[in-house]
């Protein structure tokens, strides 16, 4: 069973421009997740999603970051404009559903310079 | 605020020894705890889980002990090895939206075991 597929890896822009990652869930996973990972801290749930509907963004800032979920499969990050404090790995996961177990991608990691 | 506090921030031991890292956490609405192990390059994954209905849960050789009245959770790795170095996370979530429903972590603990 392949993992959950994040783009790009690494990502270094200037502060004030804009950046997207990409996730691909694992197949038939139903809920979705984007977290935000500081360097030396534990993952901070950014938004959750039930298929192609938000079921908690209350993390997410959303006066910069933007988020969806197109046909309940693939789902897109968006930060614009970056800040300094948004370097961090963005890690995307996937569960069948709302119980079973998380699986974590790899991670995008965005250097803010 | 929702918190998971996890202590050590780092911990070294030797090949053989017992590792063990606490957690505690304030809001009494948790009740799905899981420890994650994060490799470096690599997201986390689950490791091992414990609802409050039982103060232990073992799986090989990781045992998490839970203290609902002190609302504190712990992991202890015996005969630890050091393909075992990583960051271990702690984490809470309410179960009444599903056991990933806002899932909370603590800042992590990194794990290294000597030769």
């Known amino acids: 069973e392949a993992g959950v597929a994040q783009s790009p890896r690494y990502k270094i822009i200037e502060k004030r421009q804009s950046v997207a990652f990409w996730c691909n869930p694992i197949s038939g996973h139903a809920t979705l997740y984007w977290y935000q990972q500081i360097l030396g801290q534990g993952p901070k749930l950014l938004i959750q999603?039930?298929?192609?509907?938000?079921?908690?963004d209350s993390q997410l800032p959303k006066d910069r970051f933007s988020a969806e979920r197109l046909k309940g499969v693939d789902s897109t990050l968006k930060i614009q404009p970056a800040k300094l404090e948004d370097s961090a790995v963005y890690l995307c996961a996937s569960s069948r559903d709302r119980v079973n177990t998380i699986y974590f991608g790899e991670g995008s990691w965005l250097t803010v310079v | 605020q929702q918190q998971v506090k996890q202590s050590p921030q780092s911990l070294i031991v030797q090949k053989g020894g017992i590792s063990i890292i606490n957690c505690a956490y304030e809001?009494?609405?948790?009740?799905?705890f899981p420890w994650y192990q994060q490799f470096p390059g690599k997201g986390p994954a689950l490791l091992i889980a414990i609802r409050p209905d039982v103060s232990e849960k073992k799986e090989g050789r990781f045992t998490i002990s839970f203290n609902k009245s002190a609302k504190q959770f712990s992991l202890h790795i015996m005969d630890s090895q050091p393909g075992d170095s990583a960051t271990y996370f702690c984490a809470a979530s309410m179960g009444s939206g599903g056991s990933n429903y806002k899932l909370t972590f603590g800042k992590g603990t990194l794990l290294t075991v000597n030769p």
């Open positions: 999603f039930q298929n192609n509907g938000v079921v908690d």
């Open positions: 809001n009494t609405a948790f009740d799905y």
